[in-house]
């Protein structure tokens, strides 16, 4: 695994439970794709709920990898456009 890859995960690994266990490095990759673990810090970051569940069984479908994602970047510009607890 390269340097930049090894980084990326520590920085992840800070948020919660990432890659515990002996998951291998495609799985842990996946857990990223997805946009669950994602949407999971930024929970964290703005914990103000949302109407919108996350697909939490991806299973390698692209449409719902698209909806989660679609989640998370709707949620990082309601958080950095002054939502409510910004203001």
Known sequence: MGGSEE???AGVKT?????SGG?????MYMDLADGI???QIMLQIDPR???QR?????NNDVNLRIQN???LVRNI???YQGGPLLQ
């Open 7 to 9: 980084r990326i995960q």
């Open 15 to 19: 948020f919660g439970s990432f890659g």
């Open 23 to 27: 998951q291998d490095n495609l799985t």
């Open 37 to 39: 673990f994602l949407n």
């Open 49 to 51: 709920p949302t109407n």
């Open 54 to 58: 996350i697909n939490k069984h991806v």
């Open 69 to 71: 994602l679609t989640i």
């Open 77 to 79: 510009k309601t958080y």
